[in-house]
């Protein structure tokens, strides 16, 4: 007998009350135990179509509804007592013909009206034109509809579909055939999970059905599934999720996908499935910066639990964490990390101690840091066979000949002070386990791998063994916003033919992912050639379409965002769940004036902290990994986005094109962070990034 749960039971169980929530997993438990128990009260649905659908008696009030057959027990929903049995009357479980999965159907006959979905009219014709739309998929067969997972019952009406009815329709559909149907619209191939030996696999078992009916093997599994109803993601994984997550990787692997699709999600899921699988490994879980690393401590416990050996056997800690807590082992003592501003000031004496005025403090310090620095150079060879990938500018040797000396007593006037870059502080950590066979991690899961530059790299491949499944990294290179771009392969970290994408968003309305993916190509390319194709990916609802907004001056806008706020309150979203995001520390005063202007006050985000509670604000840089119900991305205007003294400063056309593109990744991350509802806003003349953002454009800029 298999015990399972649906996803339709965590999202019904979310809406009830802690009371009532600790009720339904009383009852829930006591079920699991003993499904025949004489205590337990079962009536039949008797108008469902589905003749095992039956409802358990929680109170007086709130119904669990579970299907029962004689080799399985599922808990459905769980609701008021109506409500509850309305849902079992218009629903069956049934194994799809074609594909083999089972499927919730939502009952066609019962389903009177499907609601179209209809955007805020502005204006109203005087004599209202009714546009007849074509059908969306013209000539598409049964068969095919089939092969997508489409209901039988739900045939005609996805042939009679147009632009305007898809996405409600989607919403009473299994997800495989919602996300197929989106697929085809937008012109993609819809990707059908591969099944082997799919005689053998049962219903449940099917790719399709795991994404919605979970079996509970133990106690423990069920109470994170009944302790932690908003977290899904520890229940039920895609398709696609699920085979990286389980996927053996002959080398060092990488997920991709564009914001929300659930990279961090895969990267926690394997994590746990290493530690569970073996009991001997040592992982390291890491990431960008201290309050991701913290989240993702969080979410691991929610998904392995505390008690059962695995949560000792993580260190998780940001890049720079890792190198401090390495270096303090290797050496017995704590490394002093230099300051940006005593690089600087190191790079300046030495450059005047050797009279060097022909090059910028900006281009010194930009070439110390993504170059000497980072490479950590230790010749003038070296620097002259250096490849200068992420820098397209071409120095001339005799340059280099040049600037070597300044950069050899920089690093001497830094390290007299007692201080270490962090570059040579990952270096030195790289040098000490390069060539042991003792590493002090088994595995390491990397999150937010788009931004690991050169050192942290080099470090993390020393750090761990070479091997199948050991370096597993999550990224999207649409969100760099710190690193140049460099060759991974060159540093011995070769993914070729390891990388996979994932294509269905989680976090992000319809409408949101497709404006934000508009700000970037469709296909982007690391330096070794590996591909992330951002084209056929679909979120899974729908939502109202972002807003931009175009002010007279910063008083009208702040203004504006606070209207925004007070409106997105009185809509029912709650101040924690609303995040503001400037380009940069500039710009917060016009972010603070909007919440208070609101009637609000705000939490900052800072590098160390993401304090919840209240509306958020912060920059784009620091809302990497979050996410909120709405968004606003103001004080975007054209000489902020980009930035302009980025702009001014560029050495040559290169840099100039990698500040447009990283500057454009920071918007994309900082709209991406929305679920239901966006605002970007500016001054008169704003970003000119506002154009691509609102404009459909078949651009590949790849
Ligand atoms: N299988 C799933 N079921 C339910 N929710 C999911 C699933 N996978 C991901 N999510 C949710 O989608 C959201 C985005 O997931 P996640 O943060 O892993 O995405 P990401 O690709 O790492 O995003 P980003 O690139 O913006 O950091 C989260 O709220 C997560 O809980």
């Not at 009714?130 to 739900?154: A, K, M, N, Q, S």
């Not at 994404?211 to 009944?226: C, G, S, T």
């Not at 994590?271 to 073996?278: E, M």
Request: with cysteine.
């Amino acid at each position: 007998m298999i015990f399972c749960i649906a996803d339709s039971f965590q999202t019904a169980l979310r809406r009830l009350s802690a009371q009532e929530q600790k009720m339904v997993k009383e009852t829930v438990f006591d079920l699991q135990m003993n499904p025949a128990a004489p205590g337990l009260q079962f009536h039949r649905i008797d108008k469902s179509k589905d003749p095992n659908f039956w409802s358990m008696r929680v109170n007086r009030d709130i119904r669990l509804i579970v299907h029962k057959t004689e080799g399985s027990f599922l808990i459905c929903y769980v609701a008021h007592h109506d409500d509850a049995y309305t849902w079992a009357e218009r629903r069956r479980i049934e194994t799809h013909p074609t594909t083999g999965a089972a499927q919730i159907v939502e009952v066609r006959e019962r389903v009177h009206e499907i609601v179209v979905h209809k955007p805020v009219e502005v204006e109203q014709p005087a004599t209202p034109i009714r546009v007849v739309l074509p059908p969306l998929f013209p000539g598409i067969t049964d068969e095919e509809l089939l092969t997508y997972g489409v209901p039988v019952d739900w045939l005609a009406d996805v042939k009679a579909a147009t632009e305007d009815t898809i996405f409600d329709l989607a919403e009473h559909l299994p997800r495989e055939a919602a996300e197929a149907l989106l697929d085809l619209a937008t012109g993609a191939k819809p990707q059908i999970p591969a099944v082997t030996a799919p005689e053998t696999v049962s219903p449940f078992e099917h790719p399709d059905a795991q994404r919605r009916f979970r079996v509970m093997e133990d106690v423990e599994e069920l109470k994170r599934a009944l302790d932690f109803p908003w977290d899904q993601w520890t229940v039920f994984l895609h398709p696609s999720q699920l085979q990286v997550v389980e996927q053996s990787f002959s080398g060092p692997a990488r997920v991709s996908g564009s914001a929300g699709t659930g990279k961090t999600v895969v990267a926690l899921h394997r994590a746990a499935n290493i530690l569970r699988q073996h009991p001997q490994a040592r992982l390291l879980l890491t990431t960008f910066s201290l309050p991701l690393a913290n989240a993702l401590e969080g979410k691991l416990r929610i998904l392995t639990g505390e008690n059962n050996g695995i949560v000792p056997r993580v260190t998780v800690l940001p890049f720079r964490g890792v190198a401090h807590e390495l270096f303090t082992l290797a050496f017995g003592h704590h490394p002093r990390a230099a300051t940006e501003d005593q690089i600087r000031g190191a790079l300046r004496t030495a450059a005047g101690e050797a009279s060097l005025t022909s090059f910028t403090p900006r281009f010194m310090a930009s070439e110390w840091l993504n170059v000497v620095d980072a490479w950590q150079l230790d010749s003038l060879q070296a620097y002259q066979d250096v490849p200068r990938l992420g820098r397209k500018n071409r120095l001339g040797v005799k340059q280099r000949d040049k600037l070597w000396p300044v950069f050899v007593r920089a690093r001497q006037l830094i390290e007299a002070q007692g201080l270490l870059t962090w570059p040579s502080i990952f270096g030195k950590v790289t040098a000490h386990f390069a060539g042991r066979s003792d590493k002090p991690f088994t595995h390491a899961v990397i999150d937010e791998a788009q931004d690991l530059g050169v050192p942290e790299l080099r470090m993390l491949a020393a750090i761990a063994p070479g091997g199948p499944d050991t370096l597993f990294f999550a990224g999207d290179l649409g969100q760099r916003i710190f690193q140049e771009p460099f060759s991974w392969k060159a540093l011995g970290v070769d993914i070729r033919g390891r990388s996979r994408t994932l294509k269905v968003n989680y976090r992000t309305s319809h409408q949101i992912r497709q404006a934000a993916d508009r700000l970037l190509p469709k296909i982007v390319q690391d330096v070794d050639g590996n591909e992330q194709d951002r084209r056929g990916t679909v979120s899974v609802f729908n939502g109202p379409d972002p807003e931009i907004q175009i002010f007279a001056d910063a008083a009208h806008e702040i203004q504006g965002v606070a209207d925004w706020i007070k409106q997105s309150v009185a809509d029912g979203i709650v101040p924690a769940e609303i995040g503001l995001f400037v380009r940069s520390n500039g710009q917060l005063a016009r972010a603070r004036a909007a919440v208070k202007a609101a009637g609000y006050t705000q939490l900052e985000l800072s590098e160390r902290l993401q304090p919840q509670g209240r509306i958020a604000i912060g920059t784009m840089h620091l809302a990497k990994g979050l996410e909120y119900k709405a968004v606003a991305v103001m004080a975007c205007d054209d000489d902020v986005l980009p930035l302009q003294e980025r702009i001014e400063t560029v050495a040559d056309e290169s840099e100039l094109d990698e500040v447009h593109d990283t500057e454009r990744n920071l918007f994309y991350v900082a709209c991406t962070r929305a679920r239901d509802r966006l605002l970007v806003s500016g001054v008169q003349p704003a970003s000119e990034f506002f154009a691509d953002f609102s404009a459909p454009q078949d651009r590949n800029r790849g």
